[in-house]
């Protein structure tokens, strides 16, 4: 099985949310058939690539940065992370209470101790706080886990 780790940016607009869903889905075909997803299920790039995930077979293993973690993300994603973290095949919740970006690089740093390959769906650019795409995906580089770059052509972010 290849387990795959997920870091990406959020607030996607939703044509390039359609995009990006398409460009995962792509990268995802290459691994199958045998693949497990590991995601904090986030808005945007993590509930995008789940959501993929599933809807071709593999599992998917939640990494839960804090207590209230679910509570810090927007409400009109509420639903779409309950019903992803139901239908994971394993949920991991971190120790923190509050959702902060030491709870949430901690995370990534969970999934990267997993991960075959890092799909980092970012444009590129400096994360804009700690533990942003671009920290993780540095990180994986240090410890030598593949990193695949997911931006399409057209992605644009706010």
């Not at 949310?17 to 790039?45: F, K, M, N």
């Not at 993590?46 to 409400?75: C, H, M, N, T, W």
């Amino acid at each position: 099985m290849v387990r795959i780790a997920v870091s990406g940016h959020r607030g996607l607009r939703e044509e390039t949310a359609v995009l990006i869903d398409r460009a995962i889905r792509e990268a995802l075909v290459e691994y199958l058939p045998d693949i497990s997803g590991l995601s904090c299920l986030a808005d945007g790039a993590d509930q995008i690539f789940a959501r993929g995930v599933l809807d071709l077979g593999g599992a998917l293993e939640a990494v839960i940065p804090a207590k209230e973690y679910r509570d810090g993300l927007p409400s009109q994603c509420h639903a779409a992370y309950d019903e992803l973290l139901g239908r994971a095949a394993r949920a991991l919740r971190l120790d923190f209470v509050e959702s902060t970006s030491d709870s949430h690089m901690t995370a990534s740093e969970r999934m990267l101790d997993d991960a075959d390959v890092l799909f980092a769906v970012w444009d590129g650019q400096p994360a804009r706080g700690y533990g942003g795409t671009a920290d993780v995906v540095a990180e994986a580089r240090r410890r030598e886990v593949p990193v695949q770059v997911i931006w399409p052509e057209g992605a644009r972010r706010d």
